[in-house]
């Protein structure tokens, strides 16, 4: 029996969807969104109908043929281990409350529900960004009233270290990576025998800025911007979240469009890319302590990925300051292949299927 799978995955300026009939790709699209739009949005849920038609002006006829089921990029949900979950009332609820925060990712559930309600076919998720095996040492601050949480692209990082394992010839549950997605937003992850045990939360504020994103910033003096009343708190939580990093220095979030700019001499460009850079490798480096923690350990391979993974020009900047950690690998991953294909074997009982717990 054929089984046709839509898969949607909303990115922060995005949205891909993808048909497949069984392990066959017949439909493929990816739709920009224009900034200046979606950041006339206060909340992400009001995307919504913005997306879903441009899903649906972008495959057109290749709606018409009836789905088996729809599969949607998990989005920030209660901690969960990974695997594919069934979409019901209580992840709706949650999602449409943004009961655990925002990101465009919460979409990908409420347009897999919208897809699959014509044919009445099941909707899924799978490996939501909300992931989580952190140790406990990763969870603590200073601030024992705040702690780390495990929050990342846990579909585009295990697919990309799984296509390096396989490179190196050995199995992903059996080696560690330092793995970096590279998108609108850029999470790390620590992948240690097969279970994420630390990761760098883009959502919270971690790590380096990137093409929207403020990164980690001086606490004090964001502070004092709130003191100064400069912003509210709700205007900078949407400044670090989605006017920030290369938007904010260069007016852009498309790094083919620096890149451009460095060409023809602009020496604003070329350091705000070298700083993107140097803050990309840093990062990496700081979650080498989850992996080396015995003499005997090694690092199979820093990995990268992500849609600045298409950057020749930025792996060789960042894999230049931090070749000494292992090989440093690029790929992209094929993040709507690895969601079809998951529901592809529930539905064919080789993968178990999880209820979202109420």
Do not use: W
């Amino acid at each position: 029996m054929s089984h046709r799978i839509l898969a949607i995955n909303p990115g922060s300026v995005s949205t891909k969807a993808c048909i497949f009939e069984d392990e066959q790709l017949v439909a493929e699209v990816e739709v920009q969104h224009d900034k200046a739009e979606l950041s006339g949005f206060a909340h992400v849920l009001e995307q919504f109908t913005c997306r879903r038609v441009a899903v649906e002006q972008a495959l057109g006829l290749d709606l018409e043929k009836p789905l088996d089921a729809v599969v949607g990029r998990g989005g920030l949900l209660r901690p969960l281990p990974g695997g594919v979950y069934a979409i019901g009332p209580a992840m709706i609820e949650d999602l449409r409350l943004a009961r655990y925060g925002e990101h465009a990712s919460n979409l990908g559930a409420l347009l897999a529900v919208h897809f699959a309600a014509r044919d009445k076919a099941p909707a899924f998720i799978v490996d939501a960004v909300v992931t989580d095996e952190m140790r406990r040492v990763a969870r603590l601050t200073g601030l024992p009233e705040v702690q780390r949480r495990s929050v990342f692209h846990a579909l585009s990082q295990r697919g990309a270290a799984r296509q390096a394992a396989m490179r190196l010839g050995i199995r992903y549950r059996d080696a560690r990576f330092l793995v970096a997605h590279m998108g609108g937003g850029i999470s790390m992850g620590a992948h240690d025998m097969g279970r994420v045990v630390d990761v760098i939360n883009a959502l919270d504020g971690e790590g380096p800025f990137s093409p929207e994103r403020a990164g980690c910033v001086p606490l004090v003096s964001a502070l004092r911007l709130l003191e100064q009343g400069v912003y509210t708190a709700e205007q900078l939580r949407c400044k670090v979240l989605s006017q920030s990093g290369l938007f904010a220095h260069l007016g852009t979030n498309d790094l083919r469009e620096v890149e451009r700019r460095m060409d023809v001499g602009d020496e604003a460009a070329v350091l705000v890319f070298e700083a993107l850079a140097y803050n990309i490798a840093k990062q990496l480096c700081s979650l080498a302590p989850a992996l080396l923690y015995a003499p005997e350990n090694c690092i199979a391979a820093v990995v990268l990925t992500g849609g600045l993974s298409r950057s020749g020009r930025l792996v060789e900047a960042v894999a230049a300051r931090i070749d000494f950690l292992g090989p440093v690998m690029a790929f992209e991953t094929a993040e709507m292949r690895v969601l079809a294909m998951s529901v592809l074997r529930a539905l064919r009982n080789e993968e178990d299927i999880f209820e979202y717990p109420a």
